[in-house]
């Protein structure tokens, strides 16, 4: 199996909700769904840096990747909640050990600031670079 940090995640929030939640519980947590279900298990779970890492997580790309998590084995099958197996555990630890999120990193407190962010950094990359060629122009 392929890993890539967005499974990586999921399956660390799996974890942390350890058989208490279902799969839809995951996705809405990680694409930030404003709903009181969500907010009180992002904060009962300690997953406010995690609220919403993926807005644009599509529910079609969420399942694919917990069906690629329950064919490798990580994943026990269960009526409605997803319980995980020793081996998920071992593989969040190991990754967790070298990875260190940023330290100021939190989608619940900085999400809705980022799209600002970006927007005016954008917008001031593209008024330096006209007013370099204007100058190119007048001065060359």
């Known amino acids: 199996m392929e890993w890539n940090f967005r499974r990586r995640l999921i399956l660390h929030v799996l974890l942390k909700l350890e058989g208490d939640r279902t799969p839809g519980a ?30 644009k997580l599509t529910m079609e790309d969420f399942q694919n990747d917990i069906s690629l998590l329950q064919n490798n084995h990580l994943l026990l099958e269960s009526a409605d909640f997803i319980k ?50 204007i100058r190119d122009i007048l001065f060359p």
């Open 26 to 55: 995951v996705y809405h947590i990680l694409t930030g769904k404003k709903s009181s279900q969500s907010i009180q298990d992002m904060k009962w779970y300690e997953l406010t840096e995690w609220y919403g890492a993926f807005p």
């Open 84 to 133: 995980t197996a020793n081996q998920a555990k071992e593989i969040d630890q190991a990754f967790w050990s070298v990875y260190s999120k940023p330290v100021l990193y939190n989608q619940w407190k900085y999400g809705a600031a980022a799209d600002i962010f970006w927007n005016r950094l954008a917008l001031l990359v593209q008024c330096l670079s006209f007013h370099w060629r």
